[in-house]
């Protein structure tokens, strides 16, 4: 049903004599590179958000002390 083993040798054979090894080892740099640079931009947008959360907080609790203040 599946691939067996054999099978996925003699695929790697292939790719390696089609390619060559050092534009593979080239390829998977560069996909690490991608895949750190997605977990960063990631983790930027995540920090991003929780930073404008906690400035509308501060905006909204000033907001309601003026209007305080103002009522007064």
């Known amino acids: 049903m599946g691939i067996s083993v054999t099978q996925l040798l003699i695929i790697l054979v292939i790719v390696v004599v089609l390619f060559g090894t050092k534009r593979l ?5 560069d996909l690490g590179g991608a895949i750190k640079g997605f977990k960063s931009a990631i983790k930027d947008g995540s920090e991003g958000k929780k930073l404008a959360d906690e400035e509308s907080d501060t905006i909204d609790s000033e907001v309601s002390s003026k209007q305080q203040e103002k009522s007064e």
């Open 25 to 29: 080892r080239n390829l998977g740099g």
